[in-house]
């Protein structure tokens, strides 16, 4: 749906980009998305101008929407995403499987060292809460989980998405 004549529709397994071509790439909500995130993000690095940027936000495995993502069956996202939107989810891509196989800090890390990233910065936030928003004195609850999540360091590997910069 990018209206930009400049974008590119292809497989992030083999990027039609020629090595060392492009200075930044930017990911939202794709990492746990993944099924071979290892083959990915070689191809990334692949792209990658030296000092090149790979900047990212997704999920972070261990909140309680990752853990939830992991144990629900993917109908009853489509169910709860309905009931939010209030409407019928008709493109088949826009709800797709989770496997959370690059969705920790530790495993963006190990993913990264074996790569030849260097990770420039990795941060956890948990936001606003988007799940709940259709139960009023429910989402009340979970606004003041997430700001206890967000204000107490020691809850920061519980937060619910991670942002990072990996750099070439």
Known sequence: KNPNPNRIVADA???PLETSSIDI?????FFEHLENPMAIIKECWRVLKPDGKLIFTTPNKWSYIGIAAMILP????????????KSHVSDKNE???TYYRLNSLGKIKHVAARTGFEVEELRTFAGAPGYTQIIPGLHLIFVLAHKFLDIFPILKPLRISIVGCLIK
Do not use: D, P, Y
């Open 74 to 85: 993917l109908s009853f996202h489509v169910f709860w995403k309905q009931l939010i939107e």
């Open 25 to 29: 790439i930017t990911c939202e909500h």
């Open 13 to 15: 397994m083999n990027i």
């Open 95 to 97: 709800i797709c499987r």
